[in-house]
Each structure stands twice: as structure tokens, then as C-alpha cells.
């Protein structure tokens, strides 16, 4: 029997979340930390190929929890970190890598007013990086197809706990979570949906990049992971419908998470209510405490503006993805197609 460590144990029950029952229909998968499923799946997969030796240096681009989840695997296997990331990552969250023992380096402000924004650049300062080490290793989360695998024991978790899933909704970032979780949902109900949550002006589902205020959600470059056939429907939520949905989770369920949680939260809320035949679940990866100065202060909210504002009880049915509209919710139905197919029928 192979005897684990303390610190092994402990970042294993990171892992997986807790399924919550959020209304007759509606479950919420609530992770502690949900990018520690890709992160743990990766590095040891890379462990047994052997592509960590004992001298290599893990190096990726990361501005969120996915560094972390690397942060606390890189202690676990006692091996250096470097974390490419942007100036407006989160002090919080920055201090938190460093005390794992991770380096954080940050691109220059200035590089997120070229195209492609920080994320280009972090990736430029990526191959930099990579080039003045000997042995390195980048879990490559955008483009690692191990990212989407690595979701197939969450949606087990699913089919064990709840029997058979009609919906699930979430955030797309990199892809990973949804994309994979999807896969092997369908491997047991074919018909299953899927529902992607995105900001305005990510160009993930059609919108031209643009500033957004919403972070965790949303890119400026279309990372390879991302299987657009995957999605049903897509659904753009402001930042804040975002805000004040993650408020009302926390109020109404004692949930405390994150903005992302909140928007996903938001669509699944609506989605449930107007399918009550359906057994959905809502994905919601990230806790709040990265947000008690912000999300969860109200004097912060009032100061955006964000406060007051009533918020439409259902999403604007849009017909062109590719025009970012006002209002604070957006829905377009993808119906599982390419994204290049759904843009061409889009733009004249």
C-alpha cells in the first residue's frame, strides 16, 4: 500500500467539490479550489512520463487559482515555480504564491494595451523564461488536452452522487472544466446539455476583445482547449449581474464564493426555474475570500456603481454573437456548432 503524505492529503481534498443542492432541479458543484483538478492531474502525469526529473523547473502563465493549485503541487514534489503572470493579479493571491515558495514574475503594465493584450505577452515571457532554464516543464493549461481529461472524475462524482445530469452550466476560461466535464457526462446521457457563461468583450464565443471588468471569465486569445461543439447555449453576464448574484448565493444558500461562481449562478438560477424537468448542475470553482474588499463590500459596489442597478430577471436572446450588447445579461443559442460556422453566419 502506497503510504501518502500529510501535505498530499490535505491538497487532495482540494480537489473535489461539494454537490449542494441549490432548489428542486438545481445542484451546485462548490470547490475549494477547482483549478487543483487539472493541476494535480498534470503534474503527475508528467511525474510518470518523465518529463519532471529532479531538476526541472515548472514554469507557466497564470493571473488566478491555477497557480496556486500548481503552487501547492510544486511543494508537494518539492520542485521550483515560476509563474508568469500581469500587474493586476491579485495582491492577495500573490501573496499566497510566494509564501508556497513560488516565483512570481509580472509582465509590464504597458503590455496590455497591445493586441492580444497580457495574455500575449505573459506568453512571450513564457518562452523567455523557459529558454534560460535547463530542464523545464509547462503544464500548458490552455492547450494541455490533460486539462479537459482530468475533469471526467468530477463528472463521475455527478453521476454517482445524482444519477443523470441534464444540464450543466459554468464559466468558460480555458476551457478544461467545461469542455471535459461535458465529455464523459455525455458518455452516459448523449442528450445532455451544456451552457457556457462568458463576459462581455471575451472573445471566446464571438465578441471583439475589449476591457473587462469581470475577471476569471473571458479571454483574449482562443485557447486550444476550448471545444466550442460542446455548448448548447452561451450566456454573456456583466460584471454586475456577476456581483450581485455571487451576493444573493452567499445570502440565500451561505455559499461563499467568487464573481465567477456568482455569474454562473445567475444563468443556472434562471435555467432551472425555466426547466423544472431537468436535473442541472451549476459549476462554481472559486470561494470569495480573494473578493471581501470588493464583491463583498458595499461601499466598494456603490463606488463602481454597481449597487443599485435592478437587474433584468431573465437574459436578452440575442441573434448576433459577435456584437457586444448593453444590458447586463446575454444569451445566443450556439447549438453545438463550430466556432468558425457560427461566425460565418454572423458576419455578412
Not at 250 to 279: C, E, I, K
Not at 319 to 330: E, I, L, S
Request: net charge negative; glycine share 8%; proline share 7%.
Amino acid at each position: 500500500m502506497t503510504v501518502r503524505s500529510a501535505f498530499e492529503e490535505a491538497t487532495d481534498a482540494y480537489r473535489l467539490p461539494r454537490l449542494v443542492r441549490l432548489g428542486p432541479n438545481l445542484y451546485g458543484a462548490a470547490f475549494t479550489l477547482m483549478k487543483m483538478v487539472p493541476a494535480r492531474h498534470i503534474i503527475r502525469k508528467a511525474l510518470a512520463d518523465g518529463q519532471i526529473g529532479p531538476d526541472t523547473v515548472i514554469i507557466e502563465t497564470t493571473s488566478g487559482t491555477f497557480g496556486l493549485a500548481l503552487a501547492m503541487q510544486a511543494v508537494h514534489i518539492g520542485r521550483r515555480l515560476v509563474l508568469v503572470s500581469d500587474p493586476v493579479i491579485d495582491e492577495r493571491l500573490y501573496r499566497r504564491l510566494t509564501a508556497l515558495g513560488a516565483v512570481v514574475d509580472r509582465v509590464p503594465a504597458e503590455a496590455g494595451l497591445v493586441p492580444g493584450g497580457f495574455q500575449r505577452a505573459r506568453l512571450d515571457r513564457l518562452d523567455e523564461l523557459r529558454g534560460e532554464h535547463e530542464s523545464t516543464f509547462c503544464p500548458e493549461q490552455y492547450t494541455n488536452p490533460e486539462n479537459p481529461r482530468s475533469y471526467a472524475s468530477v463528472a463521475e462524482l455527478m453521476v454517482e452522487a445524482l444519477g443523470q445530469v441534464d444540464c450543466v452550466i459554468g464559466p468558460v476560461g480555458s476551457g478544461g472544466s467545461m469542455s471535459g466535464t461535458t465529455r464523459y457526462l455525455r458518455s452516459v446521457t448523449p442528450e445532455c446539455r451544456a451552457v457556457g457563461v462568458d463576459t462581455q468583450h471575451s472573445i471566446l464565443f464571438g465578441h471583439p476583445d475589449g476591457k473587462r471588468e469581470l475577471r476569471g471569465l473571458g479571454m483574449s486569445l482562443m485557447p486550444a482547449n476550448l471545444d466550442h461543439t460542446t455548448f448548447d447555449d452561451v450566456h454573456w453576464v456583466s460584471a454586475a449581474a456577476a456581483y450581485q448574484s455571487t451576493r444573493a448565493l452567499y445570502a440565500q444558500h451561505a455559499l461563499f464564493m467568487g464573481p465567477t461562481s456568482g455569474a454562473s449562478f445567475r444563468v443556472a438560477d434562471w435555467y432551472a426555474r425555466t426547466n423544472p424537468d431537468q436535473l442541472t448542475v451549476v459549476m462554481l470553482p472559486d470561494e470569495g475570500y480573494r473578493y471581501t474588499d470588493t464583491v463583498y463590500n458595499d461601499e466598494w459596489l456603490a463606488a463602481q456603481g454597481h449597487l443599485t442597478p435592478s437587474l433584468p430577471p431573465e437574459p436578452d436572446v440575442v441573434t448576433d454573437p459577435t456584437v457586444p450588447a448593453d444590458g447586463g445579461w446575454q444569451t445566443y443559442h450556439w447549438g453545438r456548432r463550430e466556432h468558425p460556422d457560427v461566425i460565418a453566419l454572423a458576419v455578412p
